[in-house]
């Protein structure tokens, strides 16, 4: 497998190796030595998600406070997606800046977000089942989430406004910096150790 640093470093794109045959083909989803080697922490992945989307459907953007940091490595076993990190990481040179990346069942390529990032992704395709990998077990109290539609994060989500769907959840996030001023705690601090 490829395993390549993003324009946020900590945030890494996994090219697995694919072996095609006559049978169809066969690659490993997930290498903790590989991973663990290329993003410097240990990782304890502890829980596995999976959510079918249809085309247009925005998930996010989320993630849990500390102590609940999640790592997640996320991956399309169906559909097309366009997949986003952002950087919530008060004092971070890239605080607020994202990284997308094209993840669909052709590439089969992942993306590992790092514990201090939120993220979302949203669906191109008619249908997508997305699944991932999380480090940490789902803490409602600790569930928390910044707006999609954030125009300080000007993230391009390639579809037009009128065919993205949220749930109300994500529809009423507030901004990154609503949240900074009004409760920086529910962020992260830069030097903050959040991994063991
Ligand atoms: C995340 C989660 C949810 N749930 C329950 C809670 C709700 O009754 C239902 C749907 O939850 P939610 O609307 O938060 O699901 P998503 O909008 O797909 O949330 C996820 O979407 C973005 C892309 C993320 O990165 C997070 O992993 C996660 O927040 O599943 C659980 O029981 N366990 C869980 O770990």
Known sequence: MKI?????????LIEPKVFGDARGYFFESYRQDALEAATGHRLHFMQDNESLSARGVLRGLHYQQAPYAQSKLVRVVSGDVIDVAVDI??????????????LNSDNK????????FAHGFIVLSETAIFTYKVDNPYAPEHDRGISYS???LAIDWQLPKEQIQTSDKDGALPTLKDRLESAPETLFQYEQALYD
């Open 89 to 102: 990481r008060i004092g971070s040179p890239t605080f607020g800046q994202h990284v997308c990346a094209r």
């Open 109 to 116: 390529h992942q993306l590992f977000v790092p514990r201090g």
């Open 150 to 152: 954030d125009p300080a």
């Open 4 to 12: 390549t640093p993003q324009a946020i470093p900590e945030v890494v």
